[in-house]
């Protein structure tokens, strides 16, 4: 009855906050959250004596012939008449696989959750042998053996350890309990409605004496259909919830389970003094003007959880669908407790074993795929507005770009680009010509995003609407009609995307060309790329925004199974659809709001509505870097802020944020003052140009970390744990990042009046540059706090030693057109004057990469004799499997069509910091002497602060930037450029 | 190295730029090279680097100031100059120089490396001179009208110094009138004031007065009641109408559901669309029930209608008229004192001054004693004097608003130097669009007026021209834009306001409509009073 009190309670008292809470459940408010946290509770009181009364029947245990995995019953002695299945296995990179499942049960438990998030079936492992022991079974994997799983029996708990040290724990602490089917019995107080009842009636108060009390509690709370403000959740399916405990006895530090506006190092929601009351809470959900630190869903979901500490790092993915809670303690500074209570679905986690970060992405990239690699051009600036109001509006916006010279990629439409927001039908009245207008924008090598929402407005005048409905695919409402909901279209149906007959006809409107007898998008071009908005789905008049649970979807699965998944579903087939547009296929562009595990393959995401606050724009690179840490990579909050008027001292911070984050948009509510870039006064307007140009001068940096994320799952940006992970002040540092592997360390300052900034420099005896001065800064063994110049015009920037950058440095009107521009080197010396970098290049748009048109470089400078040596490597012929995404590359020709295209493409400048002294002659290969210019600074090497010495090389004069050729500076001072024989 | 390695290098890298390749002629005496030795050399424009003369155009930026690569896009924020020879030459930002895009601006295609773009500037130089020709045209013919706008100007200055000088005429002989009407009022007032304040002192009259000032209050505060619950009612109106059913927002719910039963209004989301406006008349029908009322008591359209005219009574003679019908007429008045019945028309004001003069004297000898009606007379005369010294302030209104629209008629922030503008005062343009026409009465106001019914929206009134920062008064970037400001304020957001920005041509009309912001539109259209004569014969710039 707590619940309904306290519901009362807010019903009854106006709550001024921004978010309306109230529309959103808190744990209490949700039934199975309660009863997930009151058996935590019991346990907690009852620690002593607290057995998990789940246990494996060893007699039944079956292991599979190829030793690959095991299946075995699992009992519970509080029902011994339920069935249970448990199924374990260990792919061959390690990860172990659990699934738990009821066995003839009265009905199924969703188990699809995984087939949706995984990219392929996982591989099992061929080296693994199980031995059955008289209370448990255990299994060794690992290159050194040195990873073992431990199955007990009784009580029934997995364990995964390394070198003897447990890092992974499942039902360690007993709180492990799969709610099974059971049959409502008749004339159950509940049928009454709640609010008819008094405290005590709404439960109902089992026998005094049930033996299962002191596990489940002495009542039925909100076992059957539940009242949720005015919507009742018929619940037919009655209870089914899944709680599970999982412990890190050696990690202090957990990360991930976005999407939350929260700090990185995710904070305790239980415990001892907990910093938050409620548990994380994964329920994708359209919250509007959401809280800055605050464990509300947001509109994504992503099950996935790392743990880390100084010597290890691990992670869980929980594959499941449904609403889930999930609640944190410390039990000590060094170890970590969870507990996952979700509403339904079967247990199957992935227990992803690392041992480093960078393992950790590598393994979970294995099973729901590595980011897509964007199309280049979507590393630009995206500039958007709801809305640009007509087809010269989005005219004149390019066109006040170009006479300001700041770059930008693309424009983008927002929905009242729609006739009554019907998706793909334009607005003749104000975009009379939008074939026009999207070729006035391609004609500067740019692109259009519009957008396409999942509400098809009810009208059989609506051809899209008219053919979801002929199909079939929309989905249903418990009784089977079909469902209407409230949108920015009025009474509006949803597609049911888990119908396979929809993907086929989804894809097929995007053709930009006429079919027989069917709706395609003839208003639009190949330029024409897609923002997928409000696929929580956000539905004005359902509960918490979003479908009744008890909608029908594809398969008879009830929505609240599938809920978190639903969103990536949509954008998945828009991706899927703008691929298949074109022949040959190009790379498509998809926004999603909404995501789970796996929406990485296909497009970016962003933060959705946030607030033009000071510290929304703070939290958004916490949140960014969370779901970089949870495979999505491409991601970005929106520049300035989506509600409110920024001054323009936070919209220049916000841009600095923004050229930052792997994707930069500019986005602004219909209620707002225009902000576009050139609408600013000076010096702010001269600070975003600036901050822009420099944006696309490191797109080289960008892609070729994309390139990376795109093969092997490492995020683009990175925290330091990430980057140092054995520097534990770095654990819950979330304000400063690094991009890729590039030694690019970045903080953005995000308060007000700010002219200088601290910035940690990592535990390691390295020089830092900063980017923009030169001035070099000397970390230290035990990480150094720097105090750097942060005026409104400086972003702190720095290099750290050993990196070599490759740049563009001509500003353009947009990224397409700097593909013939030279490159600039950037070579940052370490202390013991090596670097190295590397330049990834393909043609951008196609999948061409995929057949190995790419250039793939790798730069290094080392010391050679007296001079230094700075040479170009062909890493593709390194490592033809690790080089693209998706394939091995089976052949590849350094001289493939993509490298002769850009055989003009040249390095016009070659700048090194911190040498020791002035070269007495800088060569190229063959022993042409070059022209350089050398300013006297401070040497990597020494352990002297201040302006660096810089070296700058004028065109070396290698016509092709690359490829076939090095460079080398031997000492005495000579750079030498010599061929590198192929 | 392979073979086709060798074949590529010559490009790009090494394919030598003319060393004036982008070089406007005003500075093509400063790029020669000059002699250091046996070495030529060549001195960067802000003169703060030397270089060599091959460093000159070579895609590598050397000089500070980005001069030395006049031809190649190397130096950010520099400007390339094409010379577009057939047609007119022009500069392009050097971020578009070699960027593999074709210029428009450059049609000689010298933005691109050879070979890329192709020379366009006979055929665009001639459609180039065609649309200057059409242009020109249009704005001769425009120029014309324009001067006809200004003729009228000269017309309307004429007619405005004759309607000042009328109206000061008028207004000598009115002064004169006021005066002398103020005199008998005075006369007769000082005759009457004592009675007068004699009466005033009545508990009647005083609780009279109190009454009436309490009614008064009542009435003021009744009429902001009104207004607020007009306003009110509106923004819910536009609420019920116009909400989203957000976010399931039950406050807002409850505010349209409360409005609609307490307006008797249908519920919004059960109106078609398409009948809305029916359905809306039918519930409205029959609302308002009669309340019942006390006997005597006042119906609210009495209380609207005749309220006013009770609150506006003279109540001074009312108080003597009061006499009348209390008795105190014991002797009929004397044929003196209502003589003035007998006198024609004509000659009352005479009569009455006569007649006053004398009546003074006669009481003054006590021949006869102070009439019981003359307050009545006093109050007739002070109205005379009321009437003609209000049409007096009428009259000296007409000549300041006729003096400010002389002084504006020539006054660059108003009609223009030459008046040209004068014409379109109060000249409504309308645009229809569909869902609204859009009205601007220049100098006026500008409306939004919604086609399917509801209410008009002033979208602001005229407040002035293009007062942006460096724009000159008076240049045609001046009056390309009028500004409209302090609209009706949209609900949740600001004032709405216009912005009206004009180009020449031969019709005064509004072409297209956009609100760029909440409530703040930007209106384009056409006037000929922008049309300045075409300077003849127009010589294009650096032409070639």
């Known amino acids: 009855m707590r619940a309904l009190s306290s519901l009362l309670l807010l019903v009854a008292l106006p709550v001024a906050l921004s978010v309306k809470t109230q529309d959103f459940k808190t744990c209490s408010q949700a039934s199975f959250c309660r009863r997930g946290r009151a058996l935590a509770s019991r346990a907690q009181e009852n620690v002593s004596s607290w057995k998990s009364p789940y246990s494996v029947d060893a007699d039944s245990l079956a292991i599979s012939s190829d030793q690959a995995l095991f299946t075995a019953r699992v009992k519970s002695s509080l029902y011994p008449d339920i069935k249970f299945g448990l199924d374990v296995r260990v792919h061959d990179d390690g990860v172990v696989r659990v699934r738990l499942d009821e066995i003839d049960g009265l009905r199924k438990r969703y188990d699809e959750a995984a087939s949706w998030a995984l990219v392929a079936e996982p591989k099992i492992s061929q080296d693994i042998k199980w031995t059955v022991g008289k209370n448990e079974v255990r299994a060794t994997h690992g290159k050194k053996k040195d990873v073992e799983v431990i199955v007990a029996f009784e009580p029934l708990k997995v364990t995964l350890l390394r070198g003897g040290k447990e890092q992974v724990v499942l039902n360690g602490r007993g709180l492990l309990h799969m709610e099974h089917f059971r049959t409502k019995l008749a004339a159950q107080p509940s049928d009454i409605p709640e609010e008819a009842l008094d405290a005590e009636d709404a439960q109902t108060v089992l026998s005094a004496n049930n033996p299962r009390s002191w596990f489940e509690g002495d009542s039925e709370d909100g076992y059957w259909d539940e009242q949720w403000l005015s919507w009742t959740d018929s619940k037919p399916k009655g209870p089914e919830s899944l709680s599970l405990d999982i412990t890190f006895p050696n990690h202090g530090h957990v990360y991930g389970i976005p999407q939350h506006a929260t700090s990185l190092s995710l904070r305790t929601t239980t415990g001892e003094s907990p910093y938050y009351t409620d548990p994380y809470r994964l329920y994708n959900a359209d919250t509007f003007e959401y809280l800055a630190d605050s464990t509300m869903s947001l509109y994504g979901s992503i099950p996935l959880m790392h743990a880390h500490s100084a010597d290890s790092t691990v992670a869980v993915f929980n594959a499941v669908g449904s609403e889930t809670w999930i609640d944190i303690a410390h039990p000590t500074p060094k170890s970590t407790e969870t507990q996952w209570i979700s509403e339904s679905g079967i247990l199957d986690v992935f227990i992803i074993p690392g041992p480093t970060p960078e393992a950790v992405f590598e393994q979970y990239a294995r099973l729901t795929g590595a980011q897509a690699l964007p199309a280049d051009w979507s590393l630009g600036y995206h500039q958007c507005r709801w809305n640009y109001v007509n087809s010269d509006d989005v005219r004149q916006v390019q066109a006040k770009f170009d006479e300001e010279d700041i770059p930008v990629d693309v424009f983008w439409l927002d929905i009242e680009y729609a006739e009554e927001h019907k998706y793909f039908i334009w607005d003749k009245k104000n975009f009379p010509d939008p074939l026009d207008m999207v070729n006035d924008v391609s004609a500067n090598a740019r692109k259009m995003v519009v957008i396409i929402d999942p509400h098809l407005k009810r009208t059989s005048s609506y051809p899209v609407y008219q053919e979801a409905v002929d199909n079939g695919v929309l989905v249903k409402t418990k009784d089977g009609n079909e469902y209407e909901g409230w949108c920015w279209s009025g009474s509006s149906a949803w597609v049911d995307f888990f119908n396979p007959t929809s993907w086929d006809w989804w894809k097929g409107l995007f053709k930009t060309y006429p079919i027989e007898g069917k709706f395609t998008w003839v208003d639009s071009t190949e330029d024409v790329h897609i923002w997928n908005d409000m696929n929580e789905p956000a539905i004005f008049n359902g509960p918490e925004i979003s479908m009744p649970r008890d909608n029908i979807h594809h398969g008879g699965w009830e929505h609240r199974d599938v809920h978190n998944i639903n969103g990536m579903l949509f954008s998945n087939l828009t991706s899927q659809a703008v691929m298949a547009r074109s022949d040959p296929p190009k790379r498509p562009f998809v926004l999603t709001r909404s995501f789970y595990a796996g929406s990485q393959r296909f497009g970016a995401m962003w933060t959705g509505d946030n607030l033009g606050s000071w510290e929304h724009m703070a939290v958004g690179i916490k949140m960014v870097l969370a779901n970089s840490l949870s495979g999505f990579a491409f991601s970005g909050s929106d520049v300035g802020g989506f509600f409110g008027n920024p001054e323009p001292e936070m919209l220049v911070r916000w841009y600095q944020v923004g050229a930052f984050s792997p994707f930069f948009r500019a986005h602004a509510h219909i209620d707002t003052k225009r902000r576009e870039p050139y609408l600013l006064d000076e010096p702010y307007k001269s600070i975003v140009k600036d901050i822009l140009r420099l944006r696309y001068s490191m797109l080289p940096i960008w892609y070729t970390t994309f390139r990376e994320a795109s093969v092997r799952g490492i995020p683009v940006v990175r925290p330091h744990y990430v980057v140092i992970p054995h520097d534990e002040k770095g654990f819950a540092i979330d304000d400063q990042f690094w991009v890729g592997g590039s030694g690019l360390l970045v903080k953005p300052v995000t308060e007000k009046g700010v002219t200088e900034t601290t910035v940690y420099l990592p535990a390691e005896d390295q020089v830092y540059y900063d980017y923009f001065t030169h001035q070099a800064y000397r970390s230290a063994p035990k990480g150094k706090n720097i105090t750097v110049p942060a005026a409104l015009h400086q972003v702190p920037l720095f290099i750290r030693g050993g990196s070599i950058l490759p740049t563009r440095e001509r500003p353009r009107r947009s990224s397409p057109l700097m593909k013939k521009d030279p490159f600039t080197l950037r070579v940052a010396l370490d202390k013991s004057g090596n670097a190295r970098g590397e330049l990834y290049l393909d043609d951008g748009v196609t999948y061409n990469h995929r057949e190995g048109q790419i250039v793939w470089r790798e730069f290094k400078a080392s010391k050679a004799g007296k001079g230094i040596k700075l040479s170009s490597h062909d890493l593709v012929r390194a490592k033809p499997t690790d080089a693209v995404d998706g394939v091995a590359l089976a052949s590849y020709n350094p001289t493939n069509d993509f490298a002769k295209s850009i055989a003009g493409v040249r390095v016009e400048k070659v700048v090194v910091l911190g040498l020791e002294k002035k070269p007495t002659s800088v060569k190229v290969a063959g022993g042409k002497e070059v022209t350089f210019e050398f300013i006297p600074g401070v040497a990597a090497s020494g352990k002297k602060e201040g302006v660096s010495s810089v070296l700058i090389i004028k065109d070396p004069a290698i016509p092709e930037m690359h490829l076939y050729s090095c460079f080398r500076m031997p000492f005495g001072f000579v750079l030498v450029l010599a061929s590198d024989p192929f | ?544």
């Open chain 2, 1 to 544: 190295m392979v073979p086709w390695v060798l074949l590529l290098l010559p490009l790009s890298a090494f394919s030598a730029v003319d060393k004036t390749h982008g070089v406007p002629p005003s500075l093509l005496a400063s790029y020669v090279p000059t002699k250091d030795g046996s070495q030529e050399i060549w001195t960067c424009i802000d003169g703060s680097k030397v270089i060599p003369w091959s460093a000159v155009n070579d895609d590598y930026c050397d000089c500070p100031d980005g001069s030395d690569e006049p031809g190649t896009g190397a130096c950010p924020n520099t400007r390339f100059y094409c010379r577009n020879e057939g047609h007119i030459g022009a500069f392009i930002p050097s971020s578009r120089v070699r960027d593999g895009l074709c210029e428009p601006a450059c049609c000689d295609g010298s933005d691109e490396e050879p070979g890329v773009c192709p020379n366009k500037c006979k055929e665009i130089g001639e459609a180039y001179r065609v649309k200057q020709a059409a242009e020109r045209k249009l704005r001769k013919t425009g120029s014309k009208i324009r001067s006809s706008y200004i003729a009228f100007a000269q017309k309307e200055k004429k007619r405005i110094e004759g309607e000042i000088a009328s109206l000061e005429n008028e207004i000598v002989s009115r002064e004169k009138e006021v005066a002398r009407l103020k005199d008998i009022a005075d006369h007769a007032e000082s005759l009457s004031a004592t009675a007068l304040e004699q009466k005033k002192q009545s508990p009647l009259y005083q609780s009279l007065l109190a009454h009436h000032r309490a009614l008064k209050s009542l009435q003021c505060e009744h009429k902001k009641h009104l207004e607020r619950e007009k306003s009110l009612g509106d923004i819910l109106d536009r609420l019920r109408t116009g909400y989203n059913p957000n976010y399931q927002d039950m406050a807002v719910l409850e505010a349209v559901r409360g409005w609609e039963f307490h307006a008797g209004l249908p519920h919004i989301n059960d109106v078609k669309k398409d009948d809305e406006p029916s359905t809306e008349d039918e519930s409205e029908t029959g609302k308002d029930e009669e309340e019942e009322l006390e006997p005597g008591m006042w119906t609210p359209q009495q209380l609207e209608h005749q309220l006013d005219e009770l609150l506006d009574q003279d109540y001074e003679s009312l108080l003597l008229e009061h006499d009348k019908h209390v008795g105190a007429t014991e002797h009929s008045d004397s044929l003196l004192y209502n003589l003035s019945a007998y006198v024609p028309e004509p000659l009352l004001p005479q009569f009455e001054a006569f007649q006053n003069a004398l009546v003074s004297w006669l009481e003054l000898l006590g021949i006869v004693k102070p009439s019981k009606s003359d307050a009545a007379d006093d109050s007739r005369a002070k109205k005379a004097y009321n009437d003609a010294d209000h049409s007096l302030k009428l009259t000296r209104d007409e000549l300041t608003k006729a003096k400010e629209d002389l002084s504006r008629l020539f006054d660059s922030n108003w009609y223009g130097k030459d008046g040209e503008w004068k014409k379109l005062d109060g000249t409504c343009l309308e645009k229809d669009t569909g869902d609204y026409t859009y009205e601007v009465c220049l100098f006026d106001e500008a409306r939004q007026k919604p086609n399917k019914g509801g209410s008009t929206f002033s979208l602001g009134r005229f407040a002035h021209w293009n007062n942006g920062p460096g724009v000159e008064v008076g240049s045609p970037e001046y009056y390309s834009k009028q500004f409209y400001i302090h609209g009706t304020k949209c609900w949740n957001g600001p004032q709405r306001s216009v912005v009206l920005e004009l180009e020449c041509g031969t019709e005064n009309a509004l072409h297209t409509i956009a609100e760029l912001e909440k409530c703040e539109y930007k209106i384009t259209g056409t006037t000929p009073a922008l049309c300045l004569p075409p300077d003849e014969p127009e010589k294009p710039r650096e032409e070639l």
